[in-house]
């Protein structure tokens, strides 16, 4: 089994949920990227602004190093949006494996304006549209529809980790 897998999408998409759901069916233990950011990037995305990259790196690299500590393996929740940012989490940790929860902008802006208590504003959905890469050729990885069931993504995630 893969052992080191990033949940990916941009915000609202499930990478929390799916993540636990994955966590519970394999055994891994799953971190929300969320909680690794600091201070200073959950103040400005409050606020209302998006992150650059100089925001992102110190935090992607945080991530990479988390599951490169994770020798039995681990699961994160973490935008990951450009390919940029990917290599970063690979740089520390290579044999990571991404599973894109991709959503149409309608269902995510619906889904994002029933949330409540979460520092991301609906706001800020199209600068993450706009930053969003989807894998490349040579990123090892799968993309899951989120119109499916959380329970259905993470059945199909955990099937993928098996190859």
């Known amino acids: 089994m893969r052992k080191h897998v990033v949940i990916m999408g941009v915000s609202s998409c499930g990478k929390s949920t799916?993540?636990?759901?994955?966590?519970?069916?394999?055994g891994l233990p799953f971190r929300d990227g969320d909680d690794m950011h600091p201070k200073t990037n959950i103040e400005k995305m409050s606020s209302g602004q998006a992150l650059d990259d100089d925001d992102r790196k110190p935090?992607?690299?945080?991530?990479g190093r988390f599951l490169a500590d994770q020798d039995a393996g681990a699961i994160v929740g973490c935008s990951a949006l450009k390919r940029s940012y990917r290599?970063?989490?690979?740089?520390?940790?290579?044999?990571?494996?991404?599973?894109?929860?991709?959503?149409?902008?309608?269902?995510?802006?619906?889904?994002?304006?029933?949330?409540?208590?979460?520092?991301?504003?609906?706001?800020?959905?199209?600068?993450?549209?706009?930053t969003l890469e989807e894998?490349?050729?040579?990123?090892?990885?799968?993309?899951?529809?989120v119109s499916a069931a959380p329970e259905e993504l993470a059945a199909a995630a955990a099937e993928y980790l098996q190859v």
């Open 18 to 26: 799916v993540g636990e759901l994955l966590a519970q069916r394999t």
């Open 59 to 63: 935090w992607l690299e945080s991530i």
């Open 87 to 130: 290599d970063i989490i690979r740089a520390a940790a290579p044999d990571t494996v991404f599973v894109h929860l991709h959503g149409s902008y309608d269902l995510l802006k619906e889904r994002m304006s029933q949330r409540s208590g979460h520092f991301m504003p609906i706001s800020l959905l199209d600068s993450q549209f706009e």
């Open 135 to 145: 894998l490349q050729p040579g990123e090892a990885g799968i993309v899951l529809d």
